[in-house]
């Protein structure tokens, strides 16, 4: 009695101890429990002020992980949950992407026409980004399966918003079940490493040696398992069957969360998995895995969006190319690769947000749903059609916007990867994705193409808010700054990242 | 310092700024905008012209003159040393007679662009954000910011012929945009790589304390980093990877191991990964150039595109092709341009003949002319490949006056679409008699571009040939048989453009009835006099008094030209050496 007594002080204790870790999470839960208890009241004023509370805690977590007083970085909770710099950058990441959403949805008018569940809309953001930071924070494969169930779930929610429209209905059950086979898939994988290591805790250096000592097929096998479950997250071939339909039937701002937060998410953990599987002699079909799955990734987004005729679908794909970029530059083992992963990251978060806030304006005002739809719209508003332009251009990766840096920076480190190994399949991954850039182009500048060769089709001039044109300002100006001063964010990543390792 | 470089890259810009905040109603002033903005650059250009001294050898890291280098991006990369872009342009002998080119053709655009109704204000801001890029493109010595400029081109380019081009402006738009992204792509490829293979030497040596921050370039400091890089005595973490065209050039500045280094010995499909990254940089700048057989975007675009765009395209643009070439291709792989000259010349005279054959077949005047550039254009290559000095010097030489006469020729094919809205040849004869005026200019223009002696076009047409000739004994790089070849281009050029001047400015005045309603033709009016008369004096002026331009660029020109062939040949020893150990 006595010894589990003490048993229990001392896990009491050293949970408090590491409870400075989970700062950031619990302000979020703290906003979220407030929110939907606020949710139960009927009164109107309420109603109205759920969406500025979510933005006030999103805030409060975006300070506390920039000025990150709250923890030494190398104290651990649990050894579940780890707040070093890594995760603090993608914490600033997630609450910044947070923030997009909640500004995006205040403009969206299917949302504003929504009767019920506003308030717990805005609830499930908070919990999607506590489920991101949690994802980006363990460093054990237990807290990694939990914490992608977080988002998932939130994410299964959010899709059914506009629960009256058929789409939505089909997307959240598409959603659903992949989500729920790769969940499967990826705890099958997990139970594969526990057995192999006798550990879960995957970034320490005993789960990397028992791995090195286990059998290679298994290791490959279980590898390949997990991925499938990150895969998902990211949008990965072969698990990226969802993402059309989701992007088709979800709200605007909620699809502009999915291919930027789930998305970062899952490239963190990725990140952290990897890491022990960069020796090339032991792990090369891990490796080879990884690479035939990037080139996949890269050649189906790439080509499939070049068919594509919604607005919608043509960003699913082209999400789906941007995660083959990421797992590109995941791969060049034996470089500094994190910072520009991380670079990458934050372009692609400003780039996404703008595109869509520009695709929610193009919808609700003037009822685009095709590419054709957009005809004549950059002539009539040119303010909104030269910014449009600027996203599409710097989701290409044409210089001066910060796209081309991002991949710039990938690809000097897969030549230096190159250099080093000579592995051949970085090479093919180089050619691949800086050609691909040529057909990227091709469905991207389909846009401006409609928005100022072609006709108008209505001559009715619309007033856009203020707030939607300053928003879509100032994504791109963070693209213009990033391409020209990249060094500004470059310098902060890499500090944060050399202080907790 | 001296900022005459960036005032002449950013006046344009500048321009645009006021014209981008002028109501969209005031079109005289937007216009009047532009033309004060290229009238800047041009008189800009032209004092760097005469201030520039031409007996300086530019060669490594010194010479280049009214240099600007300022710090840009510098980001340290832990373990990998550091990353710098630099904020780098200066002038020699090649760069200048191709800002001389642009400060002009700038200016005739302008004038030719007066009669633009449709979206002034767009217009005039495209045109004049081009002309900052193909400015920068000319000036800048960083890779990346010439990479910045030359991709920057594309765009205004693809709005200017899809908005306000001709029927089938938007394939044609859409055409120039890929093939022209493809070829950037793959100089991106070579860019990354040499990026990762080089240093710059002065940097690091400040990185390594043997001189002192902002310290001048000692020389001796500079030859011992780059010994002790050789050596493998400089720790991967002090190094500074550059982008910096100079650094390139010099074989020292490679760091040993790293791919594109010249004893690397790493093969790729049974070729020296040095000589796979030529060739991508040499298809990236041919697209642009454009050789054949990667020329067919250029007629479509030449064709839809409104006359000043064509002027531009073909006068400016294409050069930047060119200028690659001998700017950056060659000087860093000289190795591979040795060995691979006879492709290059091989290309230069297929396009010289291929353009020509199809030019003769053309019955649309401004196709004739857009396939006489494709013909001259390949004599760029053919006079750069024989590594000559006449011929690198007759390849300059021809991209400047292949820039004045191709822009009068798309004026003179302009002037006629203007009054009748159609440019067939079969539908006009004898226009000498109601356009006198006019059909003189048209001589001009056609025996310029035909190499009539006298003009400037025979100048570049002679030093190529006489380079391609005497490449088989000074530089053992091309087979005679082929510059032979060559001149049967000149013979078909004649061909082209006497049967087209035959056939539609002589003999019996008439035009095809269905263009009689809607054509009014009127000889040339005041304002298509102040575009044409200059060019054709421009024209004959490099045509009597060469050393005009050749005083300023053949130092440069020989200098650069003897360095590539000696660095060549030694270094394509070292990388077949390399190969069998």
Known sequence: MNEQAAYLSDTISTIKAGAGVLLPELLLAFFFLLLVTLDLFKSRSIKQLLPWLALTGLFAALLIQVYGGYSSGKESFLDMLLSDGLARYAGVLFSAAGIFTVLLSLQNKALENLRQGRGEYYALILMLVLGLNLMAKSVNLLMVFLAIETVSIASYILTLTLKEEKRAVEAGLKYVLYGTLSAGVMLYGMSFFYGLTGSLHYTSEGFALALLRADTLLVTVAAILVFAGFFFKISAVPFHFWAPDVYQGAPMPVVALFSTGPKMAGIVVILRFVAPFTDALAFRDVQLFLGIAALATLAVGNFTALWQQTPRRLMAYSSVSHAGFLLTGLLAFGTDYTSSILFYLTVLLFMNFGIFLFLQIAEDAFKVEKLADFSGLGRLYPYLGVLALLYLLSLTGLPPLAGFVGKLLIFSNVWEAYTLTQNSLLLALLVTGILLTGVALFYYIKIPFYLFFKGNQTDEKLVISLSDKLLLGLFALALLVLFFKPDLLLTWIEQLLTQTL | ?581
């Open chain 2, 1 to 581: 310092m001296n900022f005459i470089l960036s005032s002449l890259i950013f006046t344009p810009l500048l321009a645009a700024l006021v014209v981008l905040l002028l109501p969209v109603r005031r079109q005289k002033a937007i216009k009047a905008v532009t033309l004060l903005g290229t009238l800047v650059q041009m008189v800009l250009a032209i004092l760097l012209y005469f201030r520039f001294d031409g007996s300086a050898f530019a060669n490594g890291q010194q010479g280049y003159q009214f240099v600007e280098k300022l710090h840009w991006i510098g980001f340290s990369l832990g373990t990998l040393g550091r990353f710098q872009i630099d904020y780098f342009v200066g002038v020699d002998g090649i760069s200048i007679s191709m800002v001389l080119l642009t400060g002009i053709i700038g200016v005739i655009g302008v004038i030719s662009s007066w009669t633009i109704t449709k979206n002034v204000k767009g217009y005039f801001l495209l045109y004049l954000l081009l002309l900052t890029s193909v400015t920068g493109c000319f000036l800048a010595l960083d890779f990346f910011l010439f990479y910045l400029f030359f991709e920057f081109m594309l765009l205004p380019m693809y709005f200017l012929i899809g908005l306000w081009g001709g029927p089938k402006r938007e394939y044609a738009a859409i055409k120039f945009f890929i093939y022209t992204l493809v070829g950037s792509l793959f100089i991106l490829i070579v860019m990354i790589g040499l990026y990762t293979s080089v240093i710059d030497p002065q940097a690091t040596a400040v990185q390594l304390g043997l001189i002192g921050a902002g310290g001048t370039a000692a020389p001796n400091a500079i030859l011992q980093v780059q010994q002790m890089l050789q050596q493998n005595m400089v720790s991967s973490a002090d190094m500074v990877r550059t982008f910096s065209i100079p650094a390139m050039m010099e074989p020292a500045n490679f760091i040993p191991g790293s791919l594109l280094h010249v004893l690397s010995g790493v093969e790729l499909w049974y070729l020296p990964i040095r000589f796979i990254a030529f060739l991508l940089l040499f298809a990236g700048f041919a697209i642009k150039v454009p050789s054949v057989p990667v020329h067919t975007w250029l007629p479509d675009a030449h064709v839809e595109a409104p006359t000043p765009v064509s002027v531009l395209l073909a006068a400016i643009l294409l050069k930047v092709g060119g200028y690659g070439l001998i700017r950056i291709v060659y000087p860093i792989f000289p190795d591979a341009g040795a060995y691979f000259s006879i492709l290059v010349g091989g290309l230069g005279v297929l396009s010289i003949i291929y353009g020509a054959l199809n030019a003769l077949a053309m019955n649309d005047l401004k196709k004739l002319v857009a396939y006489s550039s494709v013909s001259h254009m390949g004599f760029v290559l053919l006079g750069l490949a024989s590594l000559t000095t006449e011929g690198v010097n007759g390849a300059v030489y021809m991209m400047f006056s292949h820039g004045i006469i191709s822009a009068m020729l798309f004026l003179v094919v302009g002037v006629i679409y203007d009054r009748a809205h159609d440019r067939a040849i079969q539908n006009f004869r004898g226009l000498a008699k109601v356009m006198p005026a006019y059909t003189t200019f048209v001589i001009i223009a056609f025996f310029a571009s035909l190499g009539l002696p006298g003009f400037s076009g025979f100048i570049s047409e002679l030093l190529v040939l006489l380079g391609g000739f005497s490449a088989p004994e000074a530089t053992g790089m091309l087979p005679r048989w082929l510059t032979v070849v060559a001149v049967f281009g000149l013979l078909l050029s004649a061909a082209y453009y006497l049967w087209a001047l035959q056939r539609m400015f002589f003999g019996k005045y008439w035009i095809f009835p269905e263009l009689r309603a809607k054509a009014t033709i009127t000889d040339l009016n005041f304002r298509e006099y102040l575009m044409l008369a200059p060019l054709a004096v421009l024209a004959l002026l490099f045509g009597i008094l060469p050393n005009l331009l050749l005083d300023k660029i053949s130092v440069a020109v020989t200098g650069m030209t003897q360095l590539t062939l000696q660095n060549g040949q030694e270094q394509l020893e070292l990388v077949l050496s390399s190969l069998i150990r």
